[in-house]
């Protein structure tokens, strides 16, 4: 079973520019997230995706971060513009089950390895 | 609010030695716990999770855990590491009627020889 792939891997780019990474998660997985994991902190929830509604994006800078997965399968996170602060790594996660269920609350999140952002 | 504090931002130990990565979460409700693996240049991987039954969880790679309600601790041992569990280690929490996954701060676990 193939996992979770991510791209680019890294990335570096000048504040004020637009970057956007992709990510498609293992077949079948409903649910999608992604995650901004600043240097030495844990990784912190930006969006949740069922299929290709969003189940919570409380924590996404609606301002300058967008994303989206149009067809239920792979998903792009877009920053626009970019400030210094962004520079982390951009990890995307997948489960099976739906969001929301006992089933997939308790199930283990399959995640890629990560984009590593740098903003200069 | 902070729900999950690792204790420890780096634990260095000699190779063959036991190890303990501390945890601790706040809540009054119950929840579900979790402990994750990040080996350099790569993505999270689930070690062990806690969900209910037998508070000692056993997990891959020779490590376990133990939930203990009463400290509000999930502590991660291993009683002796090896040059290849140099990682980072993520403790995470979910708490019981939310939906998401809260991690804590992470642990780096460096193996010398």
């Known amino acids: 079973e193939a996992g979770v792939a991510q791209s680019p891997r890294y990335k570096i780019i000048e504040k004020r520019q637009s970057v956007a990474f992709w990510c498609n998660p293992i077949?079948?997985?409903?649910?999608l997230y992604w995650y901004q994991q600043i240097l030495g902190q844990g990784p912190k929830l930006l969006i949740q995706?069922?299929?290709?509604?969003?189940?919570?994006d409380s924590q996404l800078p609606k301002d300058r971060f967008s994303a989206e997965r149009l067809k239920g399968v792979d998903s792009t996170l877009k920053i626009q513009p970019a400030k210094l602060e962004d520079s982390a790594v951009y990890l995307c996660a997948s489960i099976a089950g739906t969001s929301g269920s006992s089933a997939s609350l308790m199930s283990e999140q399959f995640f890629g390895p990560g984009t590593r952002l740098t903003v200069l | 609010a902070q729900s999950v504090t690792q204790l420890d931002s780096q634990v260095p130990v000699f190779e063959e030695a036991p190890v303990e990565l501390r945890c601790n979460y706040s809540?009054?409700?119950?929840?579900?716990l979790f402990w994750y693996v990040q080996y350099p240049n790569q993505g999270l991987q689930l070690l062990l999770k806690y969900l209910s039954g037998s508070t000692l969880v056993k997990g891959i790679n020779g490590f376990e855990a133990e939930f203990n309600k009463s400290q509000t601790s999930f502590h991660l041992r291993k009683p002796s590491v090896h040059i290849s569990d140099t990682a980072e280690y993520f403790c995470?929490?979910?708490?019981?009627?939310?939906?998401?996954?809260?991690f804590g701060q992470g642990t780096r676990l460096t193996i010398n020889p």
């Open positions: 077949s079948g997985h409903a649910t």
């Open positions: 809540s009054s409700v119950s929840v579900y």
């Open positions: 995470a929490v979910i708490l019981q009627g939310a939906q998401k996954l809260v």
């Open positions: 995706f069922q299929n290709n509604g969003v189940v919570d």
